[in-house]
C-alpha cells in the first residue's frame, strides 16, 4: 500500500451529495478497496494507480478543520475515515479533536475502529455516526468487497454507539437484487440504530470493472440491475418490504440517469 503524505489548501470541500453540504475527506483512497466504490473516479486525477493501492494522506487536515462551517459535513466521501491506517496515525481523530465542534458533523464507515472517538463525538454540538451494513459474507464478501470488517464487528460498533447515546444510523448499501438480504440486516439491527437509510447499488458509479464481476458471479443480479423494467419492479418491491417492516427509513437512493432519493413513508 502506498502512502501519499499531502498538504491541501482547506478540507471542507462543496459536495453535490443530496443533503450534504460539504465534504470533508482528511484521506483520499481506500485501504478497504471494496469493488464497487465510487469513489474511485478520483484515481483520473491522481497519478498513484488503481483504487485501493494507495492512501493519500492530507497531514494538515487537523489544523484546517478548525474553521466554522454552516450546514452539514459529511466525513468521508473519497476514503473509509476509519481504515487500517488510522489505527497508527491517529488522522482522523486529531481531525475530530480540532474541529470546530458547532459544525455539524456525519460520519459513515465501516470499521468498527469508529467506537475509539466516542469521547470526542460527545463533544459535538450535533452529530450522528452511520455503518454500513451490507449483508455481505462468505463467498459474495470475498468478491465484493474482501477487506473490510465483518458485518457482526460493525453492528456491534452500532450497538456501542446507541449504548453510550451517540445518534447513530444503519446505511444499507449498496442494496444488489438477491444478495443483499434486508430482512436479515433489520433483524439484526431493529432498536440499536436511530434510522435506516438505503441505496441501491449504482452500477454506473461502481465502474466496467465491477459490472464484469457481477455479470460473472450474480448474472441474476447483473440482469435486473441492466433491465429498466426489472430494476424498477425491483425498486418497487424494495419500497414495499421497507413499509412492512416498520422502521425509521430516511429514503432509498437510486442511481439511474441521475441521483434520486425516494422517500419511504
Ligand atoms: S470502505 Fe467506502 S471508501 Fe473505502 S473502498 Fe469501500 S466503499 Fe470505497
Given at each position: 500500500m502506498r502512502i501519499i503524505k499531502t498538504t491541501a489548501k482547506t478540507i471542507y470541500t462543496k459536495s453535490g451529495i443530496p443533503g450534504v453540504d460539504y465534504a470533508l475527506n482528511q484521506y483520499v483512497g481506500c485501504q478497504f478497496a471494496c469493488k464497487y466504490?465510487?469513489?474511485?473516479?478520483?484515481?483520473?486525477?491522481?497519478?498513484?494507480?488503481?483504487?485501493?493501492?494507495?492512501?493519500?494522506?492530507k497531514t494538515n487536515a487537523p489544523e484546517l478543520a478548525r474553521k466554522r462551517v454552516h450546514g452539514e459535513v459529511f466525513m468521508s466521501s473519497l476514503s473509509d475515515p476509519y481504515q487500517p491506517i488510522e489505527r497508527e496515525l491517529k488522522l482522523t481523530r486529531k481531525t475530530l479533536q480540532m474541529m470546530d465542534k458547532r459544525n455539524k458533523l456525519s460520519i459513515l464507515t465501516k470499521s468498527p475502529l469508529v467506537v475509539r472517538d466516542i469521547d470526542l463525538f460527545k463533544l459535538f454540538d450535533d452529530i450522528e455516526v452511520g455503518l454500513t451494513i451490507n449483508s455481505f459474507e462468505g463467498k459474495e464478501k470475498q468478491i465484493i468487497e474482501p477487506f473490510t470488517p465483518s458485518q457482526k464487528l460493525r453492528i456491534e460498533a452500532l450497538k456501542t454507539l446507541k449504548d453510550e447515546g451517540i445518534k447513530n444510523y444503519g446505511f444499507i448499501s449498496p442494496i444488489i437484487p438477491g444478495i443483499t438480504d434486508i430482512e436479515a440486516i433489520i433483524k439484526e439491527t431493529k432498536g440499536i440504530v436511530d434510522y435506516h437509510s438505503f441505496e441501491v447499488l449504482n452500477l454506473k458509479g461502481a465502474g466496467r470493472k465491477f459490472v464484469e464481476i457481477l455479470k460473472e458471479n450474480f448474472p441474476e443480479s447483473y440482469e435486473i440491475m441492466i433491465n429498466e423494467d426489472k430494476f424498477w419492479e425491483f425498486v418497487k418491491e424494495l419500497i414495499a418490504l421497507i413499509k412492512h417492516l416498520d422502521i425509521k427509513a430516511e429514503g432509498i437512493e437510486v442511481h439511474r440517469e441521475g441521483w434520486e432519493v425516494i422517500e419511504v413513508k
Amino acid at each position: 500500500m502506498r502512502i501519499i503524505k499531502t498538504t491541501a489548501k482547506t478540507i471542507y470541500t462543496k459536495s453535490g451529495i443530496p443533503g450534504v453540504d460539504y465534504a470533508l475527506n482528511q484521506y483520499v483512497g481506500c485501504q478497504f478497496a471494496c469493488k464497487y466504490c465510487y469513489a474511485k473516479f478520483i484515481c483520473k486525477w491522481k497519478p498513484y494507480g488503481d483504487w485501493g493501492t494507495w492512501v493519500e494522506v492530507k497531514t494538515n487536515a487537523p489544523e484546517l478543520a478548525r474553521k466554522r462551517v454552516h450546514g452539514e459535513v459529511f466525513m468521508s466521501s473519497l476514503s473509509d475515515p476509519y481504515q487500517p491506517i488510522e489505527r497508527e496515525l491517529k488522522l482522523t481523530r486529531k481531525t475530530l479533536q480540532m474541529m470546530d465542534k458547532r459544525n455539524k458533523l456525519s460520519i459513515l464507515t465501516k470499521s468498527p475502529l469508529v467506537v475509539r472517538d466516542i469521547d470526542l463525538f460527545k463533544l459535538f454540538d450535533d452529530i450522528e455516526v452511520g455503518l454500513t451494513i451490507n449483508s455481505f459474507e462468505g463467498k459474495e464478501k470475498q468478491i465484493i468487497e474482501p477487506f473490510t470488517p465483518s458485518q457482526k464487528l460493525r453492528i456491534e460498533a452500532l450497538k456501542t454507539l446507541k449504548d453510550e447515546g451517540i445518534k447513530n444510523y444503519g446505511f444499507i448499501s449498496p442494496i444488489i437484487p438477491g444478495i443483499t438480504d434486508i430482512e436479515a440486516i433489520i433483524k439484526e439491527t431493529k432498536g440499536i440504530v436511530d434510522y435506516h437509510s438505503f441505496e441501491v447499488l449504482n452500477l454506473k458509479g461502481a465502474g466496467r470493472k465491477f459490472v464484469e464481476i457481477l455479470k460473472e458471479n450474480f448474472p441474476e443480479s447483473y440482469e435486473i440491475m441492466i433491465n429498466e423494467d426489472k430494476f424498477w419492479e425491483f425498486v418497487k418491491e424494495l419500497i414495499a418490504l421497507i413499509k412492512h417492516l416498520d422502521i425509521k427509513a430516511e429514503g432509498i437512493e437510486v442511481h439511474r440517469e441521475g441521483w434520486e432519493v425516494i422517500e419511504v413513508k
